[in-house]
């Protein structure tokens, strides 16, 4: 998140190691952690915890105290007044290291702007589910229930976590999420059916050709942005008809791919090989820098076109719209909208389930069923079969 006020804490922002498990992040501020196994259920057990306005003598003592505490069998920090604040910071960073930096941002975010500004000075056992509720109540005022609903679900985490730490009960367990304007829950989160995707893709080849290679392979593949955006010519394996995800991009940080696998392979497919030719020669010829880094889709820097960048969503904005007037098309589509695009393909396609979470990249098959948008065809052509099936199709008015 740059250098503003949500970025979250990162461990090379840790630069004072005092004494095995102290760690001093500030003047006068500690991360403690310690662990230790319960007695009682022979299980490890940690506390970690951020700790203001002590010294280091303080600190130690602490450690010492908390590591007796978890050797009796004592419940790990039970008894302690933590606030929502402290208890967030610490529980951002232990999960950091587990996350994607767009997860990352994204819980750095809603803890930062909407989450400890409200509840920060709040000890955690004295939040209650109707200090919830009329947060919630306010935020609906301004945003979408999408938008709130996503901060909930961080707060929920983050309380379940600490109800289990500290002992009490969770304030959040009885809160609901937002109606929202769809039955899935999702208004905006749609594809384009096989004919708009036609549409859309002969509009971009004659208007926007140097785009048309990233839209194709996103709509053919249902690769995520950042891992499209991140492809390398060496990742492209026309001789084995294979592309290799291995790496990914959020706002120009790479890592690896969202999917748990550290690397997939997809399927080259038809005609791909020549599309991914054309685009080459195509950069060829504008002598295009992207070349020179080995990257397929990079776009140029706007502080010196001469250098090559990873291209974001946004670079989008202005185009994306006017091809979808272009192409008659007046759902509200995002570069998102093409992985739900490709996920629904495959159903109609009649893909088997696993071949299309495999191809996906979906950790789960609840996950790819999200990602579908049934359309009214499929549910009349369903109900006509079960009619089929049970003799009333022909008799039937």
Same mark, same amino acid.
């Given at each position: ?35 230790? %196994? ?45 606030? %929502? ?41 004295? #939040? ?49 999420? #937002? ?183 979906? @950790? ?29 199709? @022909?008799?039937?008015?």
């Amino acid at each position: 998140m740059g250098d503003g006020p949500c970025r979250p804490m990162r461990r090379s922002d840790m630069e004072k190691k005092r004494a095995p498990g102290i760690t001093e992040i500030g003047r006068g501020k500690f991360r403690i952690r310690v662990r230790g %196994v319960d007695p009682a259920t022979g299980k490890l057990k940690e506390v970690d915890r951020i700790v203001e306005n002590i010294t280091v003598k303080e600190a130690i003592r602490l450690k010492e105290e908390w590591r007796a505490e978890l050797r009796a069998g004592k419940a790990q920090g039970r008894g302690q007044r933590v606030t %929502v604040e402290d208890f967030a910071t610490s529980w951002l960073s232990m999960k950091l290291p587990r996350l994607k930096p767009a997860t990352a941002d994204r819980y750095a975010s809603a803890l930062d702007l909407h989450i400890n500004p409200c509840f920060g000075a709040i000890y955690l056992d004295a #939040l209650s589910r109707a200090d919830i509720d009329e947060w919630i109540a306010e935020r609906a005022m301004e945003y979408r229930p999408e938008t709130i609903n996503g901060w909930l679900r961080i707060l929920k985490a983050m309380c379940k976590d600490a109800a289990a730490d500290l002992g009490f009960t969770d304030p959040s367990v009885r809160v609901t999420p #937002l109606p929202t304007n769809n039955i899935d829950g999702h208004a905006d989160r749609v594809g384009l059916t096989a004919e708009e995707a036609r549409r859309l893709l002969d509009v971009v080849k004659d208007e926007s050709p140097d785009q048309f290679a990233l839209l194709l392979t996103l709509i053919l593949t249902g690769m995520r942005w950042g891992e499209a955006t991140a492809l390398k010519w060496s990742d492209i394996d026309v001789k084995h008809r294979v592309i290799r995800i291995v790496r990914s991009h959020h706002r120009k940080r790479v890592s690896s791919p969202k999917t748990k696998t550290s690397i997939r392979l997809y399927p080259l497919p038809p005609g791909m090989g020549k599309v991914f030719q054309d685009h080459w020669d195509l950069l060829r010829i504008e002598k295009h820098p992207g070349l020179e880094k080995g990257l397929v889709f990079a776009t140029r820097s706007s502080k010196d076109p001469e250098e090559a960048t990873l291209r974001v969503p946004s670079s989008w904005q202005k185009c994306l719209p006017k091809w979808l007037a272009a192409a008659e098309i007046t759902k509200h589509i995002t570069p998102h909208s093409f992985r739900r695009t490709n996920v629904d393909v495959l159903r109609w396609a009649k893909v088997e389930p696993v071949v299309a979470r495999s191809l996906v990249g979906h @950790a789960t098959q609840s996950m790819t069923e999200t990602y579908s948008t049934v359309v009214e065809d499929e549910k009349r052509d369903a109900v006509a079969r079960v009619a089929d099936l049970i003799g009333v199709g @022909a008799s039937g008015g």
